[in-house]
């Protein structure tokens, strides 16, 4: 039988009416709407259309999100001081460094903007004071792409807690986080990596498997437990024809589609996956709007923490 699909775009949008009455609410109390200051360095397409996406989810929101741009010769002097300014601003309750920083820009770079954002206002969560608030389970703002993961997973009906999971990527952004966040949820949780030996034998085991390579089609049937879940947050947009041609071989729908586009995004699990698992999610429309959605909705807790402690002071 074949996997039921999740429908993250149609959770998303559930997730962002819910946020409806708390933007009002928040917009009432300060008189103004909550703010994002979204800092964008240099001219990477694919960041390009993820800060278009973020900027245009928060306005439909009613969330105020100013984007800061500069160019890929900046320093990193000039991306910290931007940062350093959005710290300091009355209208920004949140905000984000779009990744990856451009490559000039030196190794540890984009460690040292992370580390420089005051973690009240750190909406991905990357500050190392919250990376450890997120190791102890007491974290208030804790990275989007995980946190949509579990929000899918927990509104698509499939239990966490007591189940096998297996996190496929040990990034600082998806795969550590998500790991910890299953962890958390009472999961049996393993992370796999480009080292692990035998990673079908691994894999095969788990209830819930998390891809996140950024690999296109990596993850095989024979990689699957049968009736499983697959969530899938690879995105990797392909435009190379000779590499399309041999991942669409005797697929001549999807490529006649490639050629008509002159790309195709894609996810790291391949299609074939729905023959073997009970459940998983497509690419795009899967964890991609999940994300979306739970910027904003740190974006709203971060200004709601800051009405707090305002109050406090009072
Ligand atoms: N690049 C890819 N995903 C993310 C994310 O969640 N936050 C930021 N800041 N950059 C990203």
Known sequence: MAARILDGAA??????AELAS??????????????????????????????????????????????RRLPATATLTEVLRIV?????????????????????????????????????????????????RLVQNRALLTPGTPTGVIELLDRSGIQIAGSRAVVIGRSEIVGKPTALLLLHRD????????????????????????????????????FVKPGST???????????PAYAK?????????????????SAVMGDVHPRCGEVAGAMTPVPGGVGPLTI????????KAAMAAIERQSVRW
Not at 293 to 300: E, G, P, R, S, Y
């Open 246 to 262: 041999a991942l669409f071989a005797g697929m001549p729908d999807r490529l006649r589609g490639f050629e008509m586009r002159g």
């Open 293 to 300: 959605a739970m910027l904003l909705a740190n974006t709203v």
């Open 187 to 222: 999961a049996t949780v393993t992370i796999c990596h480009s080292k692990t030996p035998d990673l079908a034998a691994v894999t095969g085991q788990a209830d819930i498997l998390v891809a996140a390579i950024g690999r296109p089609w990596f993850v095989g049937p024979e």
């Open 22 to 67: 708390r933007i009002q609410a928040v917009t009432a109390r300060l008189g103004r709407p909550p703010g994002l200051g979204v800092v964008l360095v240099g001219d990477d397409p694919a960041s390009e259309i993820y800060v278009r996406n973020k900027l245009k989810a928060a306005h439909e929101s009613g969330v105020r999100a100013d984007l």
């Open 11 to 16: 959770i998303a949008r559930t997730i962002r």
């Open 84 to 132: 350093e300014a959005l710290n300091e601003s009355d209208e920004h309750d949140g905000i984000l460094v779009q990744s990856p920083l451009p490559r000039g820009l030196g190794r540890g770079a984009e460690q040292a903007v992370f580390d420089r954002i005051d973690p009240a206002k750190d909406v991905d969560g990357f500050h190392p004071a919250n990376v450890g």
């Open 230 to 240: 697959i969530i899938d947050v690879g995105v990797t947009r392909v435009t190379d």
